[in-house]
């Protein structure tokens, strides 16, 4: 989750909410990624989608069931359903998403024993810290907006 955390730093730095993921296969990092839809003008990529598909171009295949998949803010649904289209073994999340969580905030797409893959999930990994950084980029973000008005 550090490794998380240190792209969740990325993000911050370039104006993005910052939120960061890596991916890994027998404990060795294979992929990561930070938000970027502002600076990509696109609206799915987000951190957790980043970093899927720079695993999926690593090993060659749109599967990635041996891989794990460690992001600071619990996934939203568009992530969680890419998540179990790529077959993850495993995702393990930092902070509580209470507006947008697809892992059990708003709802659990993870839970949901009809679809065909199963992953599973972690929440609360370094939760504070990774919470912390959320707070900190949007105390900023109100502070500037505040001064400028």
């Given amino acids: 989750m550090q490794l ?3 792209q969740a730093a990325l993000a911050s730095a370039a104006g993005e909410v910052p939120v960061g993921a890596v991916v890994l296969r027998d ?3 294979i992929a990561h990624g930070h938000n970027a839809p502002i600076g990509q003008h696109d ?3 987000h951190a957790e989608m980043q970093a899927l598909r720079a695993a999926a171009q690593s090993l060659g295949n749109y599967r990635l069931p041996e891989c794990e998949l460690f992001v600071t803010l619990e996934p939203c649904a568009m992530c969680a359903g890419a998540m179990l ?4 073994k495993r995702v393990v999340f930092g ?3 209470p ?3 697809a892992a059990g905030s708003v709802i659990n797409l993870f839970a949901q024993s009809q679809l065909n893959h199963q992953t599973q999930v972690q929440g609360g990994v370094l939760m504070q810290e990774c919470a912390a950084v959320l707070q ?3 105390k900023l ?3 500037q907006k505040i001064s400028s008005q």
């Fill in 43 to 45: 609206p799915s990529a």
């Fill in 136 to 138: 900190g980029f949007f």
């Fill in 27 to 29: 404990g060795v990092v």
């Fill in 4 to 6: 998380a955390l240190a």
């Fill in 85 to 88: 289209h790529s077959r993850l």
């Fill in 95 to 97: 902070a509580s998403d």
């Fill in 141 to 143: 973000r109100r502070t």
């Fill in 99 to 101: 507006k947008t969580g």
